[in-house]
């Protein structure tokens, strides 16, 4: 189905530009936390870590850098994306009538996932430096269990909001 959907250039809420803000601020940090502690780590590093938050997999120090290459990745990958909201997959039929607050609602679901996204990776950063220095984080399965809620919750709340929206 190759439909044409109405290009519209979107303004943003206060919100969107607080998530903006705070995931480049969240990004930067990340980069400084793994450039300043890079040279302190050990040869082996954990890489993987159970429900528990025990590393069960290890790999050399220059995989820490993975952490920080993959979330620019998905960051920018996803600022790109979310320029295009007319080539989003929607569950409803994009129209003249309600291509604004579709597009608005899944601008802001990306926006808030690219945050939450880099956000973890923080997170896991830390857990992986903790676990370095053998301080298991009791902390492990909380976080696990925020993060599965922190995505389902607001897509699901989109999804029908944008259900919603074509009626």
Known sequence: MNEERPIIKLKWSTGDKVLEVAGY???ILLWILVLSNYAALPETIPTHFGLTG????????????????????????????????HKFNYPTKVTAQTAKKQYTVATHLIRYLKFIVVLAFFFITLFSMGSVNNQESQWFILFLFLFVISVFVPLIYSIYKLFRLSK
């Open 25 to 27: 601020l969240i990004l």
């Open 54 to 85: 025990k590393a069960d997999g290890f790999g050399n120090k220059s995989l820490f850098f993975m952490l920080p290459v993959v979330t620019t990745l998905l960051f920018v990958g996803m600022t790109i994306l979310n320029y295009y909201p």
